[in-house]
DNA sequence: CTATAAACCGCAATCGTTTGCGGAACCCTT
DNA sequence: AAGGGTTCCGCAAACGATTGCGGTTTATAG
């Protein structure tokens, strides 16, 4: 790495180093002559200012660090893009870090991220995070964390996350709208709040404003139990006449399911999911589904970054509206 | 942002700079007391060494640079995160910029690379990158430049690729074994050359082995290009017998189209992809495919950049095999 | 022809580390 | 007791940029 320095553009023009930092960021000490000539030959050496030493100097890395379980989720990527789209236009820089779903590995990333001193921490927790302490510790250094998707429990923290109650209560709205009378729910990890949350909103929909349909709930831990639930469901001599799953990951197997049986949407059965998308896309009739944007999240996360930075008062808790997008499934 | 620094530890415990900093890093200089002393104290403040000093000291970022077209695509998704992890296993970082295949923001992304003073980077470039001088920059500044997936023309560069020949081949050789007659193979950009290459294979598998059977091909900017040429081709009165799709894109659309006409796979039509993996499996039958791994592409990447950096003679061009899943489409 | 203020520029400290070199202090040898 | 090794540590100069402050010109005015 051999790039020219403000000392080398120095020594070429005969100048001081502090005048050719000047004249590259317009100071009005400098005057046009010099500006110009200086700039001339900054644009021919191409010369970049050493990112490292300007954080160094300012203090202030223009940095924010990313926390997800994993980047490839359809998911994660859609909301990680658009943090990334905004911090570039912004001029700043992300870091990202998967932990894999082990908290072990987020507190090491953690380290790494005070390391790189960042200006801000965007932070996905495992499942398995009980101990917030090391996040705590950048709160303490004056580094923002803005937790997203899933979220602690606890008060006093900044979270955003997706409209968990609302987007189980549109589900079963458009369910009931459909005078539905029997539907298998397929929910994720019974231990996640999110699943509580969706279930819950749900649930109390249905006791509301239609009590009198029947509501079978199932918790999948993963794709094929979904599918198994989906398989045991549909043997049954009253099978339900509606399927209702919470997340991407159940939504594949439900429809592997489906697709098994040579079930047809939505004359044999109707179906019903919360996804990012991607997936209800891929079918025909395309899945009636309500949305949960990652891309969304992302911006609104990012907002509330900067709102932060900006010392704005912010409102803790921010959600992003779940909105139902018909398909031909319902 | 508020760490403790060396100076900090220095003045706490009375010793020098230079002594704390030989210390955290086990010089022989230094007694056992005082090491124990320094590092107690270091971790009673959770001192964590300011990257941006060491980097700009050492003149060594251990950062590297990712430029793709897009983080939320599935293939480059799981190429990044492979890249991530190994990347963190060995302490290096990487900063990601996705230019949305646009050359313009391409230039801009690899300007951010350079203030960062990167020590190497990935590149996957757009379809319109014609001007390589300024990857060619990046090299003469001794930053290796790891070109993936699409890569120039130009010869003397570092490519890792999926074995897009091989694909082609093992796609158009599981055809031909299963002795069919009439294929359409629909392929992406005319323009790209994993297009040709893929193309080039595929065509003089048939010619060689099976010269009999009949090849229409099409070519599909997007998904909603397949998806027509799909329905025009199964309107046909001679009907293909067997679809080829070049990548996951174009399989949407196919997908797509077949659902609609209500077409059985494999009865009335056979089916077979070149894929990362994740869209064939969620269909029933799993649609059968040559894979290209996005997350091997990603280690031998990864392993090639490490080789250039310790400075051994390595294959310009690299490739990952490609081999076929097979399902229950063909 | 001097004051006086712009206009323009350089000095030097600083951000937090790393590292070559030199220098005490101590022990051992003969 | 003088010389020669060890052992342990500090000085100070970097890395590349930013910035308060002070100093020189030059122009303008009185």
């Known amino acids: 790495m051999n790039n020219p320095t403000l000392k080398k553009l120095a020594s ?17 000490d400098i005057s046009e002559a010099t500006r110009k000539k200086v700039s001339e030959l900054a ?14 100097r300012t203090r202030n890395s223009r940095l924010f660090g990313l926390s997800v379980p994993s980047i490839s989720n359809n998911f994660y990527e859609s909301f990680i893009s658009s943090i ?4 570039r236009k912004n001029g700043f820089s992300i870091m990202i870090l998967q932990n894999g779903n082990d908290a072990q590995i987020e507190i090491q990333n953690l380290k790494l991220f005070r390391q ?58 458009a369910i009931i709208r459909k005078k539905k009378k029997k539907v298998l729910a397929i ?35 993963n794709t094929s139990e979904a ?5 045991a469901y549909l043997a049954k001599k009253d099978k339900p006449d509606t399927i209702f799953s919470m997340s991407d990951e ?13 079930i047809v949407l939505p004359t044999d059965v109707s179906l019903i999911s919360i996804s990012n998308g991607l997936i209800p896309k891929l079918f025909h009739p395309e899945i009636t589904y309500v949305e949960t944007s990652g891309e969304k999240l992302g911006r609104l996360a990012f907002m509330q970054m900067m709102a932060l930075l900006g010392g704005s008062q912010v409102l803790q808790d921010l959600t992003v509206d779940a909105v139902l997008i018909p398909g031909g499934t319902l």
Chains 1, 2 share one sequence.
Do not use: W
């Open 12 to 28: 070429m023009l005969g100048l001081s180093v502090s005048t050719i930092s000047r004249a590259l960021k317009n100071h009005p």
């Open 43 to 56: 644009q021919l050496l191409d010369y970049e200012p050493n990112a490292n030493a300007v954080h160094l």
């Open 84 to 87: 990334e789209e905004e911090a």
């Open 116 to 173: 790189n001193r960042i200006t801000g921490l965007f932070a996905c927790i495992t499942p398995k995070t009980v101990d917030l302490s090391a996040f705590d510790k950048m709160k303490e250094m004056e580094v923002p964390v803005i937790f997203f998707d899933k979220v602690p429990e606890a008060n006093g923290l900044h979270k955003v996350c997706l409209a968990d109650e609302q987007a189980g209560r549109l589900a079963a709205e």
């Open 187 to 221: 929910f994720g990890d019974e231990h996640m709040s999110i699943t509580q949350k969706r279930k819950e909103a749900f649930v109390s929909a249905f006791r509301e404003d239609s009590p009198e349909t029947e509501i079978s709930i199932q918790f999948a831990l």
């Open 227 to 231: 599918r198994q639930q989906v398989h």
């Open 250 to 262: 159940i939504l594949i197997g439900v429809m592997k399911a489906l697709q098994e049986m040579h």
